[in-house]
Nanobody
Framework: QVQLVESGGGLVQAGGSLSISCSASGGTFSTYRMGWFRQAPGKEREVVASINGNSILRYYTDSVKGRFTISRDNAKNTVFLQMNSLKPEDTAVYYC????????????????WGQGTQVTVSS
């Protein structure tokens, strides 16, 4: 019903910046809450940031506050994650997520997942 495709991952040095995006198709994009999760090897998938349909509400996990910014362009069916001041511990596969219900804060709230894009931060 909803397909999510991430792009923009790659390798960046610590302290650098990277922007990743997620293009959605199917459904009515503006009605979906959107979010970004990440999963590092041996770790659980964790929420990074989320945003509601009209961009009024934004949520960030404590470890990325002040460094990452989530945004969306409903006209383009796209959600973005701007990542600044990157740290090696940010290294993970980043997954785009969509929810038909409430604000995304846990994996249990997610209805649709993207395939993920690798972000690697080197020292």
């Amino acid at each position: 019903q909803v397909q999510l495709v991430e792009s923009g991952g790659g390798l960046v040095q610590a302290g650098g910046s990277l922007s990743i995006s997620c293009s959605a198709s199917g459904g009515t994009f503006s009605t979906y809450r959107m979010g970004w999760f990440r999963q590092a090897p041996g770790k659980e998938r964790e929420v990074v940031a989320s945003i509601n349909g009209n961009s009024i509400l934004r949520y960030y996990t404590d470890s990325v506050k002040g460094r990452f910014t989530i945004s969306r362009d409903n006209a383009k069916n796209t959600v973005f994650l701007q990542m600044n001041s990157l740290k090696p511990e940010d290294t993970a596969v980043y997954y785009c997520a969509a929810s038909k219900g409430g604000m995304i804060r846990t994996v249990a709230t997610v209805d649709y997942w993207g395939q993920g894009t690798q972000v690697t931060v080197s020292s």
